[in-house]
């Protein structure tokens, strides 16, 4: 009888869709379950199929790599919720999400690969009512199934930003007790989910000083180094990215300038501090463009279903035009609802 | 008081650290601290002087260990897992370890670690055969805290959690009680705590502070393990609002389990206890709790538990972690036809030392040196108008020796604020002869804490006073390459891009720091130089300047790097 025991696993039964067609088009909505349409032209409510790759609460560890920055000592946490709200007890036949500590940042909703999870301005919502589209399988049909789903267009957005919205989004986040290893978590899946394989620091690394670094997923040449200050320490970041560039250039034999730094701070700061005048001082002397992002302008995003291209998009703003709308705007091909008027999310509020 | 060390990095890091040092190293018939290391860079989950994987290690490894970045984390984690039941000692050789069969178990709750977890933190208990604490105070710290809260209304905060269940002698039902009067009695008034706690702080001659930073591993895994959350409460205390832990409801679930199971300690078991019994009851249950389909061997463990009946409640679960409380070769004996059998296997363990020797961290940076020549030196300062030159000269006239006068002003100014030591800097700087004044408070454009100004080659200087740092490190760097870029940017002084820009502090960076190694990394990546200057060192200069009439080339400064130091002719 000498063995190592096992842990009991979780008794959920893997799902599927009793539908005998392709699904072409997962349509998201704002504060409605989502929409699958298959070819045969039958449209479904999306509900949850019970994955057995739990995508909506870990992250692979392949996801969690980085081409080319393989040596990073990073935090190998895989969890995708930032807060852990999300979780799945081990008696029960579908995820669950805490609400009361949910603030709809999107990450979960947006790895469901059946689109089942939608997002309310107060919480990440898990569809789970519409079980009659729905049968117990095996395992290999449930990945099957799950399979047919990668070439379904994904449609429409998870959230429509506001400044109500964001009111709600950050002040929770605020009331949050997060860890101090929160900022670099939500930044680093932001970014993930945004097209960008990022790698952060692990928590108490002392001899390490750069937050985090990253590669673009799609395109070889695009990647870059990041700080993130949730505090008044953002003022410090631009010379702190500077640490950052001289580090892996000298000693990890980066080429500096083919590095895109950034910054991604809770607020923008204050117009009249003098990170946009550095930034700008920066950007003159070394020639080095230190794109700025809030955590808000990535959930925005997200929430559109958007990939962030360096190739193509920059972030790169100064004293002259502090506001990161008008990238913003090309990107969604439309205006930014945010007055900015509480949070500095997209532009200076003073 | 109960000491715990605490990991350094977040507890999910920690528990998966131990699952890859397990599939690591789990061949060998024991392992060391070095190879603890070797495994923790090569799967690139520590650094060491801003270095990433074997080049890390090769930068950590020192011979003296107890400066060694790397090898200190080792060892912090492998103090913990003893903790925790997951390795043991050899018993021979206190740095050779071993993964235990919980250890076994825990790398394999991929699944859900957080549920074996909590049973091994339930499962610390002193005094047992692994850990060595002075006091023989019996003491299960976590069960005694969240026992604790249930009898205090549901709230306990960090001072009363180290005046109560961390101090006492919990198998003492005295001890226990007058704990919890003793926090009752201290509600509502804050300084009653407070004299509670100085007196503990005294007794035990362990500064407060001290005390504090033991309860920072048992906070976060009380958070960790869902057991709490946090609240600041302004009722409990009336004369202070302070940060309570809230007894959260999966902790008053384990508060009651606590209550109705049957705690088992070091050397507690009567003798006529079948210790075996016990011990596969104990760590089989303590499984299931954790997770772990134990079906296949129940009737075998049913037949263990009604050998335990004569003495213990058969309905009850035992609270007793056998790898937490007895050395390895003892409960390995009870768990043996459940160990497996192929589990040892010996390979030869490399010695790092040996691999990479060892390494300085100022082995290839730049320091330079400043000259003090003899020369008929004429003070470019009236001497009537500078204090510092008044006062070195008074001091002459008692002290001959130039080094004396030094040690007291050095010694003088070793508390002054930034107002008093910035413009201290600056007039010892014009005292040399360059024209250098501190930035006036407020002007925010002006980044810099003092400028030399030239008509052609002004140098911005960062100043870090000691009481923002007593040692400079790489934040004053950092701002000293954002003063040298703003310069060059806005053209408020002349310079050009090759001059040097200023960090100057009370001493030189620490030996540990890494200010060295990024002044070059600076001038590598930008080609900017960076110099640094210790209050030390600039006095030498300017004291010997008044008081044995020597001088330096003005000009010397601007091409400096690196650490500068002063050559006295």
């Known amino acids: ?350 | 008081m109960i000491r715990f060390p605490n990991p350094g990095s977040d507890i999910d890091s920690f528990i998966r650290i131990f699952q890859i040092l397990h599939s690591e190293l789990n061949d060998k018939s024991y392992f060391t601290l070095d190879d603890m290391s070797e495994k923790l860079t090569n799967k690139n989950l520590v650094s060491s002087q801003g270095y990433m994987g074997e080049e890390a290690l090769k930068r950590s490894v020192r011979k003296d260990r107890s400066r060694d970045p790397v090898y200190n984390q080792s060892k912090m984690y492998a103090e913990l897992y003893r903790i925790l039941g997951w390795v043991q000692s050899d018993e021979n050789k206190r740095l050779n370890f071993v993964f235990t069969y919980l250890g076994d178990h825990m790398a394999n709750a991929q699944l859900d670690p957080l549920s074996l977890f909590k049973e091994c933190i339930l499962g610390i208990n002193y005094p047992n055969a692994i850990i060595d604490v002075k006091s023989d105070k019996y003491l299960r710290p976590f069960a005694a805290i969240l026992k604790s809260m249930y009898d205090l209304d549901g709230y306990i905060c960090r001072d009363e959690m180290i005046i109560g269940p961390l101090s006492i002698d919990d198998l003492i039902s005295e001890e226990y009680t007058s704990s919890i009067t003793k926090i009752k009695n201290c509600r509502p008034l804050h300084k009653k705590l407070m004299d509670e706690l100085t007196h503990l702080s005294e007794k035990l001659n362990i500064q407060i502070n001290t005390l504090w930073n033991y309860t920072r591993f048992p906070i976060s895994v009380l958070g960790y393990c869902g057991w709490i959350t946090k609240e600041r409460n302004k009722s409990i205390y009336t004369d202070k609002k302070l940060v309570f832990l809230k007894l959260a409801n999966g902790g008053e679930k384990i508060a009651r389990f606590i209550n109705d199971s049957i705690d088992i300690r070091y050397n507690k078991v009567p003798k006529e206890v079948d210790f075996g019994c016990l011990v596969r009851v104990s760590f089989f249950q303590m499984l299931a709790r954790g997770g772990f389909e134990i079906d296949s061997i129940q009737n075998s463990i049913e037949k263990d538990l009604y050998k335990l009946q004569n003495h213990y409640d058969e309905s009850s679960e035992y609270l007793f972690s056998p790898y937490q409380t007895y050395k390895i070769k003892t409960v390995n004996e009870a768990l043996a036809n459940y160990i497996p059998k192929n589990k040892y296997v010996n390979t030869t363990i490399t010695n790092l030392l040996e691999k990479y020797g060892d390494y300085s961290s100022n082995g290839k940076n730049t320091n330079y040196f400043i000259t003090l020549n003899p020369h008929e030196s004429i003070l470019k300062i009236d001497n009537s108008r500078s204090e510092f030159v008044k006062q070195v000269l008074n001091l002459h006239k008692s002290y001959a020796i130039s080094n004396e006068i030094i040690n007291r002003m050095y010694h003088k100014y070793k508390e002054a604020n930034k107002d008093v030591f910035y413009n201290l800097i600056a007039e010892l700087l014009t005292i040399l002869g360059y024209d250098c004044s501190a930035t006036r408070y407020g002007i925010n454009y002006e980044r810099w804490d003092a400028m030399i100004s030239d008509p052609s080659y002004s140098i911005p200087i960062e100043i870090k006073s000691p009481t923002e740092e007593e040692y400079l490190s790489v934040k004053a760097i950092r701002q000293a390459l954002e003063n040298k870029i703003i310069l060059l940017s806005r053209n408020l002084y002349p310079t050009d891009y090759k001059t040097v820009s200023l960090a100057i502090g009370y001493n030189s960076p620490n030996y540990r720091s890494d200010v060295s190694q990024l002044i070059e990394d600076i001038y590598n990546a930008f080609g900017i130089n960076i110099g640094v200057i210790g209050f030390r060192t600039l006095l030498n200069i300017v004291v010997k300047t008044i008081t044995e009439k020597k001088s330096i080339n003005l000009e010397d400064l601007r091409n400096t790097r690196g650490i500068i130091n002063v050559k006295d002719f």
């Open chain 1, 1 to 350: 009888m000498s063995k190592i025991f096992k842990q009991v696993q979780a008794h959920q039964l893997s799902k599927r869709y009793n539908i005998a067609a392709f699904p072409i088009k997962i349509e998201h909505f704002p504060e409605a379950p989502s929409r699958i349409t298959f070819d045969s032209g039958v449209e479904i409510e999306s509900t949850c199929l019970s994955c057995v790759n739990k995508y909506c609460i870990n992250y692979t560890n392949e996801e969690l790599k980085s081409i080319y920055f393989n040596d990073f000592p990073h935090d190998t946490n895989n969890n995708v919720c930032p807060i852990n709200a999300i979780e799945w007890d081990i008696n029960s036949d579908f995820p669950h999400i805490k609400s009361e500590i949910c603030f709809s940042c999107g990450l979960c909703a947006s790895r469901c690969p059946v689109g089942a999870i939608y997002l309310t301005k107060d919480t990440a919502i898990i569809n789970t009512k519409n079980i009659d589209y729905i049968d117990n399988t095996d395992i290999k049909s449930h990945k099957a199934e799950i399979d047919k789903f990668q070439n379904a267009t994904k449609t429409g957005k998870y959230l429509d930003e506001s400044d109500v919205l964001f009111s709600l989004i950050y002040n929770k986040i605020l009331e949050t007790n997060a860890n101090s290893q929160f900022p670099n978590l939500i930044t680093r899946n932001l970014l993930i989910q945004l097209g960008l394989s990022t790698l952060i620091r692990r928590k108490g690394d002392v001899n390490l000083r750069m937050d985090g670094v990253f590669n673009a997923r799609n395109n070889p040449k695009i990647k870059g180094v990041i700080e993130i200050e949730f505090g008044k320490d953002v003022l410090d970041s631009p010379r702190n990215i500077l640490d950052n560039l001289a580090v892996l250039s000298s000693r990890h034999n980066y080429q500096y300038n083919d590095l895109i730094p950034l910054v991604v701070s809770f607020n923008l700061p204050n117009i009249r501090t003098e990170y946009w005048r550095v930034i700008k001082d920066i950007s003159n002397v070394l020639n080095i463009k230190i794109q700025s992002f809030t955590i808000g302008t990535l959930m925005l995003l997200l929430w559109n279903q958007q990939y962030i291209d360096f190739s193509q998009h920059n972030f790169y703003v100064d004293c002259d035009n502090p506001s990161i709308n008008s990238t913003l705007s090309n990107i969604l091909n439309r205006k930014i609802n945010l007055s900015n008027f509480e949070f500095s999310i997209t532009a200076p509020n003073k």
